[in-house]
């Protein structure tokens, strides 16, 4: 792990540059970048919220407060976003307006992302993610950075330790004036995550009719970040940012449950690194808003398994990838009056990705360019009416699309809103699909397809909910089918619907004279993904039936209660309905995941305004359980913070 420790040798000397400040006590309001009502679906977290989970993953926060489906090979392991029953690779991920979706395989891996690290996140479900790009066809996900003017200097440092030998340690300094602030943050994290585990796939013949207890062995993982801010105010109505991100984390992968050979004789590693960087320029006019960003991200990810065989291990799996992205972001918007704006995007990007197996001799080296443009009109008609309309122009490679959207939105007198919302997106296949030898296949069509909404809204001064029903069909569905070998290969599917319904719901209260505090959220989501196509052969069991690893239902549930804003007790749980596993497409090897439901307790103490002490308990019911097929979870799991602030 020697590349974490160069890494944080780096990451100590930004902090030590960043703590020099002005002591000016001058306050300066943030610049207003307007923004017009556009009838299109936001959702964002408040600071509460990224405070109480700040010890956690991205996809830790989603998993339990969002209609998200997360799909999470295990504590510390890879996870991914599922938006509204469809792929992770319909799920885009935004840093600071620029996309960092993997050039190689398409998708983000958000146990890597710190909610330390970030200021803001939001996501956009459903068809108004094409306000940002084409091609996610669930939804997408935005993390951003931003400055706070009201503070000339302020600095934290959290440590955390848990069980199965858990510890985290996370550092941040902000400190400028009026016209400059630097903001930086460190995290790191590492884990034995040695649990025990009930195996319900291995029957130990010595003793008949009892459970068989397996302990998490070759599990072990780290993880570090930086983030790196410096928010630059050039005149009253112009900021420039320039934004810098490096991850990573060095990871060993335990045997799949059904393994039963000498414990320790399969070893697999996975190390991944990435470095982002972006500059943001913003200039806010009377009638003209101009943004233009550039950025780049460099990511390098290694997976090897090494074999025991007469007595020795021999290399089985020696894996290199490597992955470049360049792109740049020019967004227009021109009020035309008080009522109606035009907004014109243009995003330009090269993307490169090479993957090699030195053992087998496979792999590609393949890049692209896209351009992407974007018209936006939107229209606040009368005092309550708000209309989007919404054309994109998308060219992948030599592959050409075209998408768009329509949205309305009212609000009544009493708080209520209805809105409805049409659209057409299209997503285009990963480098890796398309390229990758063996298995790769070149002639795979984009996926494709319209989508309607209907939602409902209401936001009184104490309590906001929003609930959505929405239906999909997406033509030209990517799966990953086995083709009898070694490899995988993917191809289309006809058609699949995604049907079901989302709800949203946040409640806050202050009582006895403001002493006690009440924090409500819910969330879930119901999804119905079926495969609407064809069958592939006389076998093919897949018509009809829901797609793998899509729950019908998931969702969760938070309460907070607080006295004085000093002392605090959280409880959260998270869960979902049972669905199916299979590692073929025709669904001829069905199995399923049992549901499950994790309830989780914290008590917080903050006796003064520079400390505060926090204790958790993860799964406090210690259910056993899985969110992968061979993959366990983590049983009950105990947990303190100490967090010192200045």
């Not at 209907?454 to 929003?466: E, F, I, N, P």
Request: net charge positive.
């Amino acid at each position: 792990m020697t590349h974490h420790r160069r890494l944080f040798l780096v990451l100590w000397a930004v902090i030590v540059c960043s703590i020099a400040r002005s002591q000016e006590p001058i306050a300066i309001d943030p610049i207003q970048i307007r923004a017009s009502r556009r009838a299109l679906s936001v959702i964002r977290f408040d600071t509460l919220v990224l405070a109480q989970f700040r010890n956690s993953s991205v996809g830790d926060l989603l998993k339990n407060l969002s209609p998200v489906n997360i799909l999470d090979y295990g504590r510390g392991a890879r996870t991914t976003a599922s938006f509204r029953g469809t792929d992770p690779s319909h799920t885009q991920v935004y840093w600071n307006s620029l996309t960092i979706n993997s050039p190689i395989e398409g998708s983000v891996d958000l146990s890597l992302l710190p909610l330390y690290s970030l200021d803001e996140l939001s996501i956009t479900p459903g068809i108004s993610s094409l306000s940002r790009a084409s091609g996610a066809l669930g939804g997408a996900l935005a993390i951003d950075s931003r400055a706070d003017w009201s503070r000339h200097f302020s600095a934290s440092a959290t440590v955390a330790y848990g069980s199965f030998s858990s510890g985290e340690a996370m550092a941040s300094v902000r400190a400028g004036n009026r016209t400059f602030q630097s903001s930086t943050k460190l995290a790191y994290g590492r884990s034995t995550n040695d649990f025990w585990f009930i195996n319900r796939d291995i029957i130990d013949p010595h003793q008949q009719g009892k459970l068989t207890w397996q302990q998490n062995l070759n599990a072990a993982y780290s993880t570090a970040s930086l983030s790196q801010d410096f928010f630059i105010r050039l005149a009253e109505s112009q900021s420039l940012t320039i934004s810098l991100l490096a991850l990573g984390s060095d990871r060993n992968i335990p045997e799949l449950t059904t393994y039963e050979g000498p414990r320790n004789s399969n070893l697999t590693q996975a190390v991944d690194q990435s470095l982002r960087a972006a500059i943001n320029y913003k200039r806010a006019g009377q009638k003209l808003d101009i943004e233009a960003i550039i950025g780049a991200t460099i990511e390098k990810n290694s997976f090897t398994k090494d074999v025991l065989s007469s007595n020795q291990f021999i290399k089985n799996i020696d894996a290199l990838s490597n992955g470049k992205t360049v792109q740049g972001l020019a967004n227009l918007t021109y009020r035309v009056s008080r009522q109606h704006s035009i907004t014109s995007a243009t995003r330009l990007a090269g993307e490169w990705a090479s993957s090699h197996e030195a053992v087998r001799q496979t792999g590609f080296d393949q890049g692209r360019f896209e351009l992407s443009e974007k018209l936006e009109l939107a229209s606040h008609w009368i005092e309550r009416l708000s209309t989007t309309a919404m054309l994109r122009f998308d060219l992948v490679g030599a592959a050409v699309s075209l998408s768009g959207l329509a949205a309305i939105e009212y609000m009544t007198p009493k708080g209520l809103t209805l809105s409805a919302r049409a659209g057409y997106n299209s997503h285009h296949p990963s480098l890796s699909a398309l390229y990758y030898t063996p298995g790769a296949n070149p002639l795979l069509r984009p996926e494709k397809g319209p989508t309607v909404e209907l939602a409902l809204g209401y936001r009184h001064r104490w309590l906001t909910l929003d609930f959505t029903v929405f239906d999909s069909w997406i033509e030209d569905w990517i799966i990953w089918m086995p083709t009898g070998t070694q490899y995988w290969t993917p191809s289309n599917l006809r058609s699949v619907n995604a049907l079901g319904a989302e709800l949203t719901i946040n409640a806050a209260w202050r009582f006895a004279d403001s002493k006690w505090g009440l924090n409500v959220k819910v969330s879930g989501a119901l999804n119905r993904t079926v495969n609407s196509g064809e069958p592939i052969k006389a076998s093919d069991l897949s018509q009809g039936v829901q797609l793998p690893f899509v729950p019908l239902f998931t969702g969760g549930a938070y309460a907070r209660i607080d006295y004085r804003e000093k002392v605090w007790l959280t409880y959260w749980v998270n869960g979902q309905t049972v669905k199916s596993n299979s590692t073929a497409g025709d669904m001829s090897d069905l199995s399923t995941i049992e549901p499950y439901a994790l309830h989780n307790i914290a008590l917080g103490y903050h006796p003064w305004l520079w400390l505060g002490v926090e204790v958790t308990c993860r799964n406090v019911l210690d259910s056993h359980y899985y969110g992968i097929q061979n993959r366990p979870m983590a049983p009950r799991y105990f947990g303190g913070s100490l967090t010192v602030r200045f």
